[in-house]
Nanobody, 115 residues
Framework: QVQLVESGGGLVQPGGSLRLSCVTS????????MAWYRQAPGKQRELVAT???????NYADSVKGRFTISRDNAKNTVYLHMNSLKPEDTAVYYC?????????WGQGTQVTVSS
């Protein structure tokens, strides 16, 4: 059974930073496109950032310049570095692995940006 395990969420003040982590099995990590999604209350789940096996990245316009997705191939881990956080970044953040439409999801981690 494929597992994606996220960690690193929490409560942070506006302007602060957090780093999310997602670890999975090596067989998934090496060949799947890894991504972070988020879902705010009452809203649809939206794509935040993606990273390919050769580290090509893509970002939603709302997070460009503030968030960075990266991967550590030795640890089978993908990260989401979030800086200059805003209240509108508050959401449950989900790790995703996708290959030709076959997708796996983590359980989600809550990020709350509030003073």
């Amino acid at each position: 059974q494929v597992q994606l395990v996220e960690s690193g969420g929490g409560l942070v003040q506006p302007g602060g930073s957090l780093r999310l982590s997602c670890v999975t099995s090596r067989s998934i990590f090496l060949v799947y496109v890894m991504a972070w999604y988020r879902q705010a209350p009452g809203k649809q789940r939206e794509l935040v950032a993606t990273i390919t096996d050769d580290s090509r990245t893509n970002y939603a316009d709302s997070v460009k310049g503030r968030f960075t997705i990266s991967r550590d191939n030795a640890k089978n881990t993908v990260y989401l570095h979030m800086n200059s956080l805003k209240p509108e970044d508050t959401a449950v953040y989900y790790c995703n692995a996708d290959r030709y439409g076959i997708a796996y999801w983590g359980q989600g981690t809550q990020v709350t940006v509030s003073s």
